[in-house]
């Protein structure tokens, strides 16, 4: 039994990428598309916001002599990439998806707006918002942030390749301890790594929580929307 009525998912780009490291892995895509339905047809209104790492990182593209402007704008495209990787994964396994974007990019998606998501998902889609915030200087996190207050939803989760948030780096430090529960000051405090202070700063002041688990591992979105403690949970 679900214990959220709507959520925001926020994905990384780079694991849509699995082991290769880059690019999209079918198998990745078919095991998040799973989870996503199985949420999905429990009755939770389902919106996804993509990172685009896995194909181009605007802050890594100023390092190679872009723009930054332009690089930005590169790295929204490479989440439209994904989002309608996701989409079309979503409707192999039966799934109603749309993909939304924040800039004007019809026909390949619908210009976002909330009223337009909303009835999107009242009509039983999973909506993905592709394009970040449309603008430069922004990461996909702010734009997970951005949507999920938009959206009124009742949680952030976060799926990465780590479990929760941990008093340092676990893949440096063995010693490192995960917590269960963090508030947002004690995670600022101790200056850990959730999301980039623009998306922390907005969650905190709009009272969005945000849940960090690991989405690779198949049936964790179900437990984490089901209520079950895993991952780490940051509010207020």
Same mark, same amino acid.
């Given at each position: 039994?679900?214990?959220? *009525?709507?959520?925001?998912?926020?994905?990384s !780009?780079?694991?849509?990428?699995?082991?290769?490291?880059? =690019?999209?892995?079918?198998?990745?895509?078919?095991?998040?598309?799973? $989870?996503? /339905?199985?949420?999905?047809?429990?009755?939770? +209104?389902? @919106?996804? &916001?993509?990172?685009?790492?896995?194909?181009f990182?605007?802050?890594?593209?100023?390092?190679? =002599?872009?723009?930054?402007? /332009?690089?930005? $704008?590169? !790295?929204m495209?490479?989440?439209?990439i994904?989002?309608?990787?996701? $989409?079309?994964?979503l409707?192999s396994?039966?799934?109603?998806?749309?993909?939304?974007t924040?800039? *004007?990019?019809?026909?390949?998606?619908?210009?976002?707006?909330?009223?337009?998501?909303? +009835?999107?998902m009242?009509? @039983?889609y999973i909506?993905?918002?592709?394009? !970040?915030?449309?603008?430069?200087?922004?990461?996909?996190?702010?734009?997970?942030?951005?949507?999920?207050?938009?959206? +009124?939803?009742?949680?952030?989760?976060?799926?990465?390749?780590?479990? @929760?948030?941990?008093?340092?780096? %676990?893949?440096?430090?063995?010693?490192? &301890?995960?917590?269960?529960?963090?508030?947002?000051? +004690?995670?600022?405090?101790?200056?850990? *790594?959730?999301?980039?202070?623009?998306?922390?700063?907005?969650? /905190?002041?709009?009272?969005?929580?945000?849940i960090?688990?690991?989405?690779?591992? %198949? !049936?964790?979105l179900?437990?984490?929307? @089901?209520?079950?403690?895993?991952?780490?949970?940051? /509010?207020?």
């Amino acid at each position: 039994m679900a214990i959220y *009525k709507r959520i925001l998912l926020k994905l990384s !780009g780079e694991s849509l990428a699995g082991r290769a490291g880059h =690019g999209l892995d079918p198998e990745v895509l078919a095991s998040y598309a799973a $989870q996503i /339905k199985e949420v999905a047809e429990s009755g939770v +209104e389902v @919106g996804i &916001v993509i990172g685009g790492g896995n194909i181009f990182r605007g802050l890594s593209g100023v390092k190679k =002599g872009f723009d930054r402007v /332009k690089g930005d $704008q590169m !790295g929204m495209l490479a989440t439209v990439i994904n989002s309608l990787a996701l $989409q079309s994964a979503l409707e192999s396994e039966g799934a109603k998806a749309r993909m939304l974007t924040s800039v *004007k990019m019809a026909p390949i998606g619908e210009l976002y707006t909330k009223a337009r998501a909303l +009835e999107l998902m009242a009509d @039983g889609y999973i909506v993905i918002i592709g394009g !970040g915030t449309g603008n430069p200087f922004f990461s996909t996190d702010s734009a997970s942030a951005l949507r999920g207050v938009e959206t +009124e939803a009742e949680v952030l989760l976060k799926g990465t390749r780590v479990d @929760g948030v941990y008093t340092a780096d %676990p893949e440096k430090d063995p010693s490192a &301890v995960k917590f269960a529960e963090i508030t947002f000051d +004690e995670v600022y405090r101790r200056g850990l *790594k959730v999301m980039d202070l623009t998306a922390f700063t907005l969650c /905190k002041e709009n009272d969005l929580p945000i849940i960090v688990f690991d989405m690779d591992t %198949p !049936g964790n979105l179900r437990k984490v929307v @089901g209520g079950d403690n895993i991952g780490t949970i940051v /509010k207020n």
